[in-house]
């Protein structure tokens, strides 16, 4: 259990969280939600005390293991596999002092631990988490730092589910995640078996995954019983009860101070005068809801073109000559469309957006596309190439210049006040925007000549759940084409009625919602344990195929000096037993000088019978 009371922390002079009080039971999942800013990632840090409070307490269990993915890559060229296996600190050292000890109880001790830990099967559990993030067989004992940053962070996390800890801290674990990841990841922790904390904008997950909700907002943390959805119908539920106990609480205060003021100067009211004075100062106030924070945005529809607008016909696409990514593209975008973009991460879909979007040109066929065709391009990676020292107002200026010279100032700031940016954001330094609001400013240049088609790479990377929600609302308002590629399921549910699957280097329509999307990947993913299986034993067949003969070669020797000792043994078994017969006979002794040769001969016997039988078994062995 994790009990906080009082809970204060402050950065300066800002109260981040001010006397919050909590009990987080065992064995509950938890979602963490709030605005960005809000100081989810502050109460985690609390938690994990890499942040000392201001005031207040967290108290855990000492008996209770607490682990959060962590943060810092390390600098390492270990197999994945055995990255994620040492993970687990204890069983790492366990494994290591059992090749050490000499001490026989000690070693009883170090392998009974290993079996109570499940030690055996360490090796197949942590194959299973790597590959339902999204890892391939082949790739399990590659060095860790042959990997990108985003699949390393991939590692991090399946080494932290490796450990199972009593208490887990989830920060945002989604980030790096493809859309199949994610659905792995959602069934996985949806059958945690310990304490779960996850801080996430994936409303899907939250929905999952969690039985609770801590709502981090105006410096308190609340909390929720259910998941998500339940958790926003109880707190509109509790805003609308909230205002209403404002707006009548306003009307009695009004009622009161309007008698103060008509009879406070006359003596016969004075005292019931001077009584609604002090009732008026003892009220407790009643808050007025404040507005929701989220932004709302809209994306300029344009003008009717004629359709399809871009037409691929068998199309061959890449970076390398000979070797495209895709092959034999047949689709069409109409001007109605909304594409979903489906794939693991590594399948061609940012290349299939790149060739729509005209980036890359076909290798082999042809596309075509209406000439008068305007396409807005997102992708995250265009907020590396803002320039951090100017502001939103100059690069909008820009933009729209370059089609129109006499564009005004209010045209300008028009374009931008439709994404959130008001005049004192608009005229903020680049570099000092959020990530959201960044992405928010990549929506408005993406669009400023109202596109006929928007091209969204993974766009709610930096978005929180009401700017997502926003999202969707622009999206489904626009009346241009979409395609999106996103690993937000939510999204992708809500936006499109097309699914291509980008799989093997082609492109082709997806016949199903995303449910049988998600049944599709779990038939997938079994039917290539099988293949991996299968292909195993091909190949351990023929090495045992390739060795046989060498195997034979050894082993012919062997087993044919064993047939000849075999023999020689049951030779000199048949002589002892007829020496001894002999021996035993009554007038055996009467004859000294044979006698004495005879037993010189049987201990001859007995000595060469014993070398044969040695020589024997040491060629079983």
């Given amino acids: 259990m994790i009990n906080i009371s009082n809970l204060t922390y402050k950065i300066g002079a800002r109260t981040i969280i001010e006397e919050a009080n909590l009990n987080i039971m065992d064995n509950w999942r938890v979602g963490v939600v709030g605005y960005n800013g809000a100081g989810k990632s502050t109460l ?9 409070a201001d005031g207040g307490t967290i108290t855990i269990p000492s008996t209770q ?42 070693i009883v001790e170090i392998y009974q631990r290993l079996s109570d830990m499940e030690a055996y099967t360490a090796e197949a559990k942590a194959a299973v988490l790597l590959k339902g993030l999204g890892f391939k067989e082949h790739q399990l004992r590659e060095p860790f730092s042959s990997f990108s940053g985003g699949w390393q962070m991939r590692v991090m996390l399946a080494s932290v589910l490796f450990i199972e800890p009593e208490i887990l801290l989830l920060d945002e674990p989604t980030n790096h995640l493809d859309l199949e990841a994610i659905m792995w990841l959602e069934e996985y922790l949806a059958s945690y078996p310990h304490t779960l904390m996850i801080i996430s904008h994936d409303r899907e997950l939250l929905n999952k995954c969690v039985d609770h909700v801590i709502h981090v907002d105006n410096k308190e943390l609340t909390l929720y019983t259910g998941n998500y959805d339940t958790f926003e119908r109880e707190r509109a539920m509790r805003l609308g009860m909230q205002q209403k106990m404002h707006e009548k609480q306003q009307a009695q205060r009004a009622h009161m101070q309007a008698f103060i003021d008509r009879f406070k100067a006359k003596a016969s009211k004075a005292r019931q005068a001077q ?23 809209q994306f300029p529809n344009p003008e009717k073109i004629g359709t399809p607008m871009i037409s691929i016909h068998h199309a061959d696409v890449g970076y ?10 047949y689709e069409n975008i109409e001007f109605d469309d909304r594409i979903a973009l489906l794939g693991a991460n590594g399948n061609g879909k940012s290349t299939m957006m790149k060739l729509i979007a005209g980036k890359l040109a076909t290798m082999d066929g042809n596309m075509q596309r ?77 669009s400023f000549d109202a596109p006929h088609l928007l091209l969204l790479d993974e766009p709610t990377n930096h978005l929180d759940i009401g700017a997502r929600e926003a999202l969707v609302e622009a999206l489904n308002n626009y009346q241009g084409a979409v395609v999106i590629v ?16 980008i799989k093997d280097g082609k492109c082709a329509d997806f016949d199903g919602d995303l449910e049988d999307y998600r ?39 062997s087993k044919h ?35 004495t040769a005879t037993q010189k001969k049987y201990a001859a016997l007995i000595r060469d019978l014993a070398e044969k039988e040695e020589g024997w078994l040491s060629l079983s062995a």
């Fill in 561 to 595: 000096e064993m047939a000849a000792l075999e023999k020689e043994i049951a030779k000199l078994h048949a002589q002892k037993e007829k020496f001894e017969t002999e021996m035993a006979a009554p007038d055996f002794y009467k004859d000294t000088v044979k006698s």
């Fill in 44 to 52: 985690f840090k609390l938690i994990t005390k890499d942040l000392q």
């Fill in 320 to 329: 390398t000559e000979g070797k495209p990514v895709l092959r034999q593209i």
């Fill in 370 to 446: 209406i000439s008068r065709l305007r396409i807005g391009y997102f992708s995250q990676h265009q907020t590396d190439e803002l320039d951090v020292d100017s502001t939103p107002y100059r690069e909008m200026l820009k933009l729209m210049l370059a089609k129109n010279p006499d564009v005004k100032e209010s045209a300008v700031r028009a374009k931008l006040g439709a994404f959130g940016f008001t005049h004192i954001l608009a005229d903020n330094r680049i570099g000092d925007l959020s990530g959201g609001e960044k992405a928010r400013l990549l929506f408005a240049f993406m």
């Fill in 275 to 297: 009584s609604r004075i002090k009732a008026l100062e003892k009220m407790d106030l009643v808050d007025a809801v404040i507005a929701e924070r989220a932004v709302r945005f």
């Fill in 519 to 557: 049944k599709f990947i779990i038939q997938s993913a079994r039917e290539e344990r099988a293949k991996e299986k299968e292909q195993k034993s091909k190949e351990q067949k023929a090495k045992a195929a390739n060795e046989a003969p060498a195997k034979a070669a050894k082993n012919g020797p």
């Fill in 65 to 106: 293991k607490l682990a959060m993915v962590r943060q810092d890559i390390p600098e390492t060229d270990a197999p994945l596999i055995e990255l994620v296996m040492t993970a687990n600190e204890e069983m790492a050292q366990l494994w290591k002092d059992a090749e050490t000890e000499t001490d026989p109880d000690r």
């Fill in 486 to 501: 996103s690993h937000d399921p939510n999204m992708v549910e809500r936006v499109a009625d097309r699914l291509w699957l």
